[in-house]
């Protein structure tokens, strides 16, 4: 039966969090056993793995363990040891999970590299982490050539590969060594991770990971994602980012739930056959893919309708428009869920408690963390201000993150972490996205939110995505521009453009509306799918200029 969101806030104790470990925060801890160790002997599937091919395997833990321990003692003689770190640039395939694993067994630091990563992009990250070896395969190495760094190069090679000069055979080293490996126990304020932010408007910053975060891991997959042990479960985020990492991998297999990975890119077609052919009835991704599943049509969805338990949504804002097709079309629940890679998952209309759920809503605090949301003094808003969402760090005791790796100024002021996202309380507890702080559009005196502007134009079938951002205007200070991708039974004209403008005004509000549509072919994104509005605003400001 179904908690209520109430009971499980008031009944939150951080004692009975750290008592679902294996190991103890306090005197000893090791994420490979949370994550595999604890499951083994037990027969447990851990990971079902389709290829490029679709060709499919399946590991269980003992096999993960098997893998884990030949990586961990390859890991060992190559020097690295406790707090080291280790990348590691690889598509979805077994072997990066058992160099995960192998990494945490031997109480160092995982670190990882996003594979469509140029090599400026590896190049910052590797500088700031000090990573001692970075794994890699045939298709990223090219990008290490003009990379300076001192990490050693491992090279995960299929038949007919040459092994690059200098570089380490990876599967030939695993075959060579012992399985047994025992884990080193660490403390939870020990690194296990080593992330970065998607640098939307600067350089990526270094975000370090105690162990003690996988007390909010695991929480967040009970609680939000809802995971039950009969559930198939795919996250189709790529572990290259946070919430690929965090939930595709650390999460599912610290509940010893088996995870699932896909080599291949996505696209529609592929992810509705990997649905059906396996029988997901738990699917976590971001309002991208679901705005692609959406294109494909309902026929494609008719198929695998009934299938999905639970969808969950994490990245940016999830539009009202995707929820109700996901209902019509997929039978499906979708909820949307917010984080940072800063934090993970903090609130969440969460499958796994009962509470009321409304539409374009982030949801609630998860039970664990106190939300507020603050104005420019600090002071704590009440409902229908806005403000900027943050985490009120005395009463948040699943919060981990205490600052930025090497960073010279306090991520953490006055008691508070700000996330730098708009945000405002509704009546019932709930929390409304507004947009990125400087995403927000200010236009003749009123505040509006690019989320509710983007998701006006999505549901008009003429449109498939969408960003509006704010430019210059001397009367308004700024007015509405919407980029809009069409769908592909769609051209763009002046009438088209006009009745797209119409047609937020009438959904939204007459002063939200775009006074300018653009059709492009494409929105500027982070490498995790996120969109770059900034970019769009620099465009047009510099344009303006011209």
């Known amino acids: 039966m179904t908690r209520s969101y109430a009971d499980a806030v008031a009944g939150f ?69 406790p707090g080291d770190v280790v990348a590691g640039m690889l598509p979805r395939i077994p072997e990066l999970v058992a160099l995960i694993l192998a990494t945490w067994r031997i109480g160092a630091v995982y670190q990882p590299l996003f594979t469509a990563f140029g090599p400026k992009a590896i190049e ?16 990223n190495r090219g ?15 299929a038949p007919g590969d040459a092994l690059p000069a ?20 660490r403390k ?69 739930i088996a995870t699932t990975f896909y080599e291949g890119a996505f696209n529609a077609r592929s992810t509705y056959d990997i649905i059906e052919r396996l029988g997901v009835t738990s699917l976590a ?29 994490a990245g940016e804002p999830l539009n009202p428009e995707v929820i109700r097709w996901f209902d019509a079309h997929l039978a499906a629940p979708i909820h949307d869920h917010y984080g940072q890679t800063e934090n993970g998952m903090m609130v969440n209309n969460h499958h796994g408690l009962a509470h009321s759920v409304r539409p374009g809503s982030a949801g609630f605090a998860m039970p ?58 509704e009546p019932d507890g709930s929390i409304s996205f507004i947009g990125r702080a400087d995403d927000v559009i200010t236009s003749a005196g009123y505040r509006i939110g690019p989320f509710d502007v983007e998701s006006a134009l999505i549901e008009h079938p003429a ?23 069409l769908a592909a039974s769609h051209k763009g004209s002046p009438e088209l453009a006009e009745e797209l403008a119409q047609h937020v005004k009438k959904r939204l509000s007459a002063h939200a509306y775009p006074r300018e549509v653009e059709f492009v072919t494409e929105l500027p994104k982070t490498p995790s799918g996120k969109i770059q509005r900034f970019l769009l605003r620099k465009a047009e400001v510099e344009k303006r200029k011209g």
């Not at 037990?42 to 590991?59: C, E, F, H, K, W």
């Not at 760094?149 to 090679?157: D, E, G, K, P, W």
């Not at 200098?166 to 490996?181: H, K, N, T, V, Y």
């Not at 020990?190 to 975000?207: E, N, R, W, Y």
């Open 13 to 81: 104790r951080i004692e009975d969090e750290i008592a679902r470990l294996a190991g103890d925060p306090a005197s000893g801890i090791n994420a490979y056993v949370e994550c595999c160790g604890r499951y083994t002997g037990q027969n447990r599937l851990a990971l079902r793995a389709i290829s490029a091919g679709g060709d499919l395997r399946v590991y269980s833990f003992d096999d993960l363990a098997d893998m884990s321990g030949r990586a961990g003692n390859f890991l060992k003689n190559l020097g690295v040891g």
């Open 124 to 139: 910052h990250r590797l500088g700031y982490s000090g990573a001692k070896l970075l794994v890699t395969n045939p298709a």
């Open 143 to 157: 990008k290490l050539d003009e990379v300076e760094t001192s990490a050693r190069i491992a090279s995960i090679l």
């Open 166 to 185: 200098g570089d380490i055979d990876f599967r030939a080293a695993l075959a060579a060594a012992s399985p047994e490996c025992e884990p080193l126990m």
């Open 188 to 256: 939870g304020d020990d690194l296990f991770m080593m992330m970065s932010t998607s640098g939307t408007t600067g350089l990526p910053k270094g975000v370090p990971v105690p162990l003690f975060a996988l007390l909010a891991f695991s929480a967040y997959m009970r609680e939000s994602i809802g995971l039950r042990a009969d559930d198939v479960f795919w996250n189709i985020a790529d572990p290259g980012w946070a919430y690929g990492l965090y939930y595709a991998i650390t999460g599912p297999l610290q509940l010893g």
């Open 285 to 313: 991704g971001s309002p991208t893919a679901y705005r692609l599943l959406m294109a494909e049509g309902t026929e494609a969805a008719a198929r695998v309708k009934g299938r999905l338990r639970v969808v969950s949504s």
């Open 368 to 425: 664990g963390y106190r939300i507020v949301v603050l104005d420019e003094a600090g002071n704590e808003l009440g409902p229908n201000q806005p403000g900027i969402l943050s985490v009120d760090i005395a009463q948040s005791p699943l919060r981990w993150f205490d600052g930025y790796h090497q960073a010279q100024t306090p991520a953490i002021a006055g008691g508070y972490y700000r996330t730098g996202d708009t945000v405002e309380f």
């Open 463 to 485: 449109v498939n995505e969408a960003a509006a951002v704010g430019v210059p205007d001397p009367q308004r200070t700024e007015i509405v521009k919407a980029f809009v991708i």
